[in-house]
């Protein structure tokens, strides 16, 4: 017998279990709700839920895939105009797993797998007004911290600028007093020549 590629193999093989969660999924969409054991229930919801999928959508297509699954037309008909337009406004979660404790005699657990109640308009439009709210406030702290960013960028510019300044003022400071220097001694040799011209003019007269 092959491996089974998702949970416990149920019945004695691949279509003897293809049967079983078909009647389990039939049941279910009868009368709501089913009681079996946990292995069951989780092998039956998310094949429940791909036939309310098929439901929604609603065409020809997804009717035979349904009719493939479940060969009761009645309950496939209830399927596609009762259950699943309740679940419009759902993207998913159809069923509800609850479980009930261990069984008597073989002491299996038990569960208990039915439709979720179908969301109400208001509860439709408070999830719609929470999402908005939520990326609003999102957005605004994205700005926030982009506001944040190019403030402490810019202060780090303007700091690395003032420090520019600042080197470029010491390293002008040395170079000015050698010039002053200069000037100073170009004006003291300008006196001594003076002074030695005059005395030259005193010795002639």
């Not at 969409?29 to 429940?48: C, D, M, N, S, Y």
């Not at 419009?88 to 261990?102: D, E, S």
């Not at 202060?155 to 470029?168: C, L, P, R, V, Y």
Request: aromatic residues 2%; proline residues 5%.
């Amino acid at each position: 017998m092959p491996t089974p590629t998702k949970g416990a193999r149920l019945g004695g093989g691949p279509a003897h279990e293809r049967l079983m969660l078909a009647n389990l999924a039939t049941a279910l969409f009868e009368h709501g709700k089913i009681t079996t054991t946990v292995a069951k229930a989780k092998r039956v919801q998310p094949l429940a839920e791909r036939l309310i999928t098929f439901g929604k959508r609603g065409d020809l297509s997804a009717r035979r895939r349904v009719l493939t699954v479940i060969h009761d037309k009645t309950v496939v008909h209830e399927l596609f105009t009762e259950i699943a337009p309740q679940y419009a406004n759902r993207n998913g979660g159809y069923t509800r797993i609850t479980k009930l404790g261990p069984r008597k005699g073989d002491n299996a657990p038990m569960a208990q797998i039915e439709l979720v109640e179908p969301l109400s308009e208001q509860a439709v439009a408070e999830a719609e007004a929470a999402a908005k709210r939520a990326a609003k406030e999102r957005d605004a702290r994205e700005a926030a911290a982009k506001a944040a960013a190019v403030a402490a960028a810019e202060a780090s510019d303007s700091s690395e600028e003032t420090a520019a300044i600042d080197d470029g003022d010491e390293a002008v400071e040395p170079t000015e007093a050698p010039i002053a220097s200069e000037a100073e001694g170009d004006g003291e040799q300008g006196d001594a020549q003076e002074q030695a011209g005059a005395a030259a003019d005193a010795d002639d007269k």
